[in-house]
């Protein structure tokens, strides 16, 4: 069974820091590892996703995300921080045969202080 | 940028009762997703269709659950007899194909049962 850990339920961050938002997962096989954004009220937005190739991946907002093959980990970073990314983030796998279904992880809950 | 559509954005229903959920996938795609999310928790998948039936499906989607695509534009989420867990943001989902990996997701119908 596949399986994401997002094991931060909040990062606080003051605004202009780095940002991180931790993701391990768990799979069978090659994943195919993504991250949205929900702002309150809203839907899912996708922000970027590895299939394969180059480890580091980079999204939308000036997010990008590093796949850590031996750590299973696949962490969101952001070099600089705005208010306005404070919202709740979701790490998400799947496998890259068979079942095409999302797993996604509890969700970290962003916050940036001005 | 294409949509993935969801109507209505919040219905209040009685326990018991009936509801449909609606939502119109973006034209080109031809796999389609509902996920549910209950308050405060993390998203889950309940099932996926393809080629007019259903591909996949969860342990959440049980007998009370069915999916339609009563033509060529909406697929529907049915919920025959409504218990108070199923209060939730239940959101569609679809992707083009099976080289695809990009999942957009509606905004969301939340879901009252009282």
């Known amino acids: 069974a596949q399986s994401v850990a997002q094991p931060e339920d909040q990062v606080n961050v003051a605004e202009g820091n780095p940002l991180t938002v931790k993701c391990t997962y768990s799979?069978?096989?090659?994943?195919?590892l993504f991250w949205y954004v929900q702002y309150p009220n809203r839907g899912l937005q996708f922000l970027l996703k590895?299939?394969?190739?180059?480890?580091l991946v980079k999204g939308s907002y000036g997010f990008e995300a590093e796949f850590n093959k031996s750590q299973t980990s696949f962490h969101l970073k952001k070099p600089s921080a705005l208010v306005s990314d404070s919202a709740l983030y979701f790490c998400?796998?799947?496998?890259?045969?068979?079942?095409?279904?999302?797993?996604f992880g509890s969700g970290t809950r962003l916050q940036v202080q001005p | 940028e294409p949509e993935v559509t969801q109507t209505p954005s919040h219905q209040v229903t009685q326990m018991g009762q009936e509801v449909i959920l609606r939502c119109v996938p973006i034209s080109n795609h031809l796999y389609f997703y509902w996920y549910r999310q209950i308050l405060g928790q993390k998203v889950e998948f309940l099932v996926s269709f393809y080629n007019n039936e259903i591909s996949e499906k969860s342990e959440i989607f049980d007998d009370q659950f069915s999916v339609e695509r009563p033509d060529g534009s909406n697929f529907t989420l049915k919920i025959r007899s409504t218990k108070l867990e199923d209060s939730a943001m239940y959101f569609c989902?679809?992707?083009?194909?099976?080289?695809?990996?990009?999942?957009?997701f509606g905004s969301g119908t939340r879901l009252t049962v009282v």
């Open positions: 998400a796998v799947r496998v890259e045969t068979g079942r095409r279904a999302l797993t």
């Open positions: 989902a679809s992707t083009r194909g099976t080289s695809d990996y990009g999942y957009t």
């Open positions: 799979v069978s096989g090659n994943p195919y």
């Open positions: 590895y299939i394969t190739g180059d480890n």
